[in-house]
């Protein structure tokens, strides 16, 4: 391991993170942040992320009379009377003696001393980090000019909520649709995906380009079930889908309505008139009852005045209930509950994406019919756990559900009323975890933030996003400068519960790996077979 | 009183050491005006003691008598001393070096040796591969800077390293370089930096 030497540590503390002074024939502008660098301090070797570079003179008149005029003087000066400081946030320590090398990398409890030689992180000082790709082990993506594999740990990944943020455009989804491909292919839970833009299911699109890529159906088969919202547009997008998702109007409960307040348009006495009136006509009916409600006739003006609702609020309620009954997934009577089915896909270990075909970017829709089927299918398995635990069995197969635009359900105001809020809260108590996808983390209830495991973020440029996405991390401003300066696609900070540090990779390539999802599909059918020829 | 190694070849022997102490010695040349130039590299002595000519003089061989003007009816500077030929006896040209290392058995060493030349012993001017193995090391620089307070210290230190310059094949490498090595040096003090910079600038 002979990696160019970078300079000497020469200050620092445990909080804040040490400084390297640079050698002098090491050019600051190869130095990025969010890279990794090695500090061989005395005993320890420590694993750091360098979060700030910075040019630094030992004269004051440097920066009031720049030699620049000459190129040959600047040379000289830079490095000498100007030099290049790196400012580096120890992540791991690993000992240095066989017993360290045997425990594995540790959290960082000291600093290097005083001139420890720092230098770049090898391909195998990271994968010391990162393990290989194995039965757990999956791989996302690479260190910054790596080859080495970081490598996510998604058994573990999915014992609590994650998060994949970034601006638009960045490359949430392609991850999101390789995190998922992965946690199907380890097995480390079955999946049900709400897919808001029909980019999951069958087929997601390239950017402008209009180029296609394989979606989870094709790359996995059997194992992913598409239902639809929408039959008549997926079968016009030539997506064969396994069932039609209709909500019938006993299935909404007023704490949906309550969601939807602002896309509905209802006003708080409205929102209050619904419960009021759910009470009234029971919770299965109440929906119905509203939306035949004449308020010309003289029994309803009756009913009305009795539960203390003003005309007015009726009015803005039928508007908004209107506007809901408009949505052609929402009938009066279900043909057949999808509940039961996604659930019993979901119970055979089949990945449901459910496509929202036409309603695609509706958020009225995309509330509606998540919280909906997400609290039904959420008791189920508090059921079932619960069973489990009374008879001592085998609880069901973990289960993550995926969300795009998750500030709809986990918004400081909706969250304490939608079953993603509680989902959040209570971890994985009854084997279900959130994979949130979001565009504006700062949106998202700082709680519900700081429940979340482990937490991918691409780029984002507003500060308030920032910093909710870094909510309860050590070491914040650190990072913060870390993430501003991502690249605006494709690379990504991941830190939290399943990673041993906080690291910055570039995105696997999506197109690339199709083949190696392939083999790794074949290497576990013939173990698969291998198995049954043994026991069978 | 222990022998000299035989110089190498090519290293001419151009002056005899006439006072010497720790810092410095001072040289007479064996010819009038044929001063090394200043800031090269010269050794005196046995083992070979280093120095760098910071500061040339040519006066009257008589302290007491100062040369009188002698050309108004020649024809040239040269015609002066063919019509004058006691000048060169009269006349004498001394240096003083610098002394900046010395030879301790086979390696070299960039600091005071632990005495200085004999008086009398033959000074020669360094051959250019004696003065690019001297200068790999820039340490002597630091001598330089702060051992004269009698000479343009700041003159010598970029004459000696132009001329070293001329003896390493990548000149601008060695420079910057030297340069490099200056900075920490005269810290604080940015324009006697810029000064010696720009009179070594390639
Ligand atoms: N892992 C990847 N492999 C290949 N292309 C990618 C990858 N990640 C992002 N891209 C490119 O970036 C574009 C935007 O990615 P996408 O996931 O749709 O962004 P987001 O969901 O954040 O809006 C994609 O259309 C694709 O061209
Ligand atoms: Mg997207």
Redesign the interface.
Same mark, same amino acid.
């Given at each position: 391991m002979t990696a160019d030497r970078l300079g000497i540590v020469v200050a620092g503390s445990l909080t804040g993170g040490v400084e390297v002074k640079l050698d002098?024939d090491v050019s600051v502008e190869e130095r990025a942040v969010g890279r990794y660098v090695v500090i061989e301090g005395q005993k320890l070797r420590f694993l750091g992320m360098v979060t700030d570079v910075s040019l630094e003179t030992?004269?004051d008149? $440097?920066t009031s009379?720049p030699?620049v005029s000459?190129e040959? $003087?600047a040379?000289? $000066?830079s490095?000498?009377?100007t030099y290049g400081k790196l400012h580096v946030l120890p992540m791991l320590a690993i000992g240095g003696d066989a017993m360290g090398l045997l425990d594995g990398p540790k959290t960082v409890k000291t600093v290097p001393a005083h001139f420890s030689r720092v230098r770049e992180a090898t391909e195998q000082d990271i994968e010391v980090v990162f393990g290989k790709e194995d039965e757990r082990h999956f791989y996302v993506g690479n260190p910054l000019d790596m080859e080495t594999k970081v490598c996510l740990d998604l058994p573990l990944f999915v014992t609590r909520c994650n998060g994949v943020f970034g601006k638009s455009g960045t490359g949430k989804t392609f991850l999101t649709r390789l995190l998922l491909i992965g946690i199907i292919q380890k097995g480390a839970a079955v999946n049900l995906v709400f897919d808001m833009h029909n980019e999951y299911g069958w087929k997601g699109s390239f950017e402008g380009a209009g180029r296609e890529v394989k979606a989870l159906k094709q790359i996995l088969g059997s194992r992913v079930a598409v239902f639809t919202l929408d039959e008549e547009s997926s079968r016009r997008r030539k997506v064969s889908t396994d069932a039609v998702v209709e909500i019938g109007y006993d299935e909404v409960e007023p704490e949906d309505v309550e969601l939807l307040r602002q896309t509905l348009n209802l006003t708080q006495p409205a929102v209050e008139a619904v419960y009021a009136l759910a009470r009234e006509f029971g919770a299965r009916n109440w929906l119905k009852r509203c939306l035949e409600m004449d308020t010309g006739d003289e029994a309803t003006k009756a009913l009305l005045d009795r539960l203390h609702i003003h005309e007015q609020s009726v009015r803005n309620l039928r508007r908004g209930l209107d506007k809901l009954a408009r949505l052609g997934f929402l009938t009066p009577k279900a043909r057949e509950s999808s509940v039961k089915r996604i659930l019993d896909y979901l119970g055979r270990g089949i990945n449901v994406v459910l496509e929202f075909g036409k309603y695609k970017g509706d958020s009225t829709a995309n509330v509606l019919v998540a919280n909906t089927l997400t609290r039904r299918i959420h008791d189920q398995y508090r059921r079932w756990t619960e069973q489990a635990q009374g008879e001592g069995a085998a609880p069901p197969q973990p289960l993550v559900i995926t969300i795009e635009e998750a500030h709809l359900f986990l918004n400081h105001e909706v969250m304490d009323q939608t079953i993603f809020g509680t989902i959040a809260r209570e971890m994985r108590k009854y084997n279900v975890t959130l994979l949130i996808v979001d565009q504006r983390p700062s949106g998202i209830d700082e709680e519900v933030m700081s429940q979340i495991g482990t937490r991918i973020t691409y780029r984002l440029d507003n500060e308030r996003d920032i910093d909710n996405v870094l909510t309860g991390v050590s070491n914040k401003g650190e990072l913060k400068t870390v993430l501003a300066k991502l690249e605006p696609k494709q690379q990504s900070l991941i830190f939290g519960h399943a990673v041993p540090m906080p690291i910055v990779i570039r995105t696997r390539d999506y197109e690339k790996s199709y083949q190696e999802f392939a083999e790794a599909a074949e290497i576990k059918r013939k173990a698969e077979n291998l198995a049954a020829d043994l026991w069978g | 009183m222990s022998t000299n190694p035989p110089p190498q070849p090519s290293s001419t022997r151009i002056a005899e050491v006439i006072e010497a102490r720790s810092g410095e010695f001072t040289a007479e040349c064996y010819q009038l005006h044929q001063a090394p130039p200043l800031g090269s590299l010269v050794k005196a002595g046995s083992p070979d003691v280093f120095g760098v000519v910071c500061d040339t003089v040519t006066e009257s061989v008589d302290p007491g008598r100062r040369p009188l003007a002698r050309g108004q009816d020649a024809a040239d500077e040269a015609d002066v001393y063919l019509q004058n030929p006691q000048l060169s006896k009269l006349l004498r040209t001394t240096f003083r070096a610098l002394v900046v290392g010395h030879r301790e058995g086979e390696t070299l060493r960039h600091y005071l040796p632990p005495q200085p030349p004999h008086v009398h012993s033959f000074v020669y001017l360094c051959p250019p591969d004696e003065v690019r193995a001297f200068t790999q090391s820039l340490d002597f620089l630091s001598i330089l800077m702060f051992s004269a307070e009698r000479a343009p210290v700041d003159e010598v230190v970029a004459a000696c390293l132009r001329q070293a310059a001329q003896a390493h094949p990548d000149r601008k490498l060695f420079l910057v370089g030297a340069g490099k090595t200056l900075a920490p040096l005269l810290r604080g003090e940015l324009a006697r930096l810029n000064t010696i910079l720009t009179r070594i600038r390639p």
């Open positions: 002098c030992i004269d008149e $440097i009379m030699p000459d040959f $003087i040379q000289v $000066i490095g000498t009377s | -």
